[in-house]
């Protein structure tokens, strides 16, 4: 019974986990430096968005976390995207830049998840005021259906962030194989479309690997509310 219940955790957390990983070791796969590209992923996403006649989008060099920003219009690359000479850096740049365009047209499920990113920042300032307020409140009444609502509190966080990623991942196919693909096929070898497709996907699926990672902490939840 032992084993078989290891056996179970080690698949869920390989379920949860092996997401991220792949996603990861996609892109450090195609991060190598490559010469022969005739600009980095910085420059790419600037001409790309110039072509598309976004020239009041920005293009900015972030720490980490690649991503479009719709409310200030930038496209923001991670260091090694926004100066790498690398399949990643152009592919995801030009993934990126895929949201950008999303956003130019009014592309439905890019505002539908801005909608939902809205309302979830509400909801998390619920949440946190309720893990703070109840073990004060339950202190002093002594009622166990406070203890309920805290857990019901976070749950309801831990699964806004969820639904949004799951909304968003059609918007992120879109972006890289509707957008960023054809534009990368004008720039990079065809040798290289193979690679850079599976950059793409792996940029798509950043967003499943972060909703199964939350999985992860609304089990602790459940466990808890068992208890």
């Known amino acids: ?3 078989i219940l290891a056996l179970i955790s080690a698949l869920f957390l390989a ?5 991220q990983l792949w996603v990861s070791a996609t892109m450090r796969k195609h991060g190598a430096d490559r010469p022969d590209y005739p600009g980095t992923g910085g420059e790419l996403a600037r001409h790309l968005l110039d072509e598309a006649g976004l020239s009041h989008v920005k293009v900015e060099r ?7 920003a ?6 923001r690359l991670s260091a090694a995207n926004f100066d ?5 850096a152009v592919a995801v740049a030009a993934h990126e830049v895929g949201h950008a365009l999303q956003h130019a047209e009014g592309y439905r499920p890019l505002m539908l ?3 939902l990113a809205s309302w979830a920042v509400n909801i998390n300032r619920l949440g946190a005021v309720l893990l703070v307020a109840t073990p004060v409140l339950f202190a ?13 509190g976070g749950f309801a966080v831990m699964l ?28 990079i070898p065809e040798d290289d479309m193979p690679a850079a497709r599976s950059v793409l996907k792996a940029a798509a699926f950043t967003y499943v690997a972060a909703a199964l990672t939350t999985l992860l902490d609304i089990t602790r939840w459940l466990r808890l509310l068992r208890f």
């Open 1 to 3: 019974m032992v084993v």
């Open 70 to 75: 719709p409310d200030d219009q930038a496209v």
């Open 113 to 115: 998840r801005q909608k």
């Open 160 to 187: 806004t962030t969820v639904v949004i990623h799951a909304v968003t991942l059609p918007m992120e196919f879109n972006a890289s194989f509707r957008r960023a693909l054809p534009a990368l096929a004008l720039v």
């Open 140 to 152: 002093v009444t002594r009622s166990p259906v406070l203890l309920f609502g805290q857990v019901a």
């Open 84 to 88: 790498g000479r690398s399949i990643t």
């Open 62 to 68: 972030v720490p980490a976390g690649d991503h479009y």
């Open 15 to 19: 379920l949860i986990f092996g997401p």
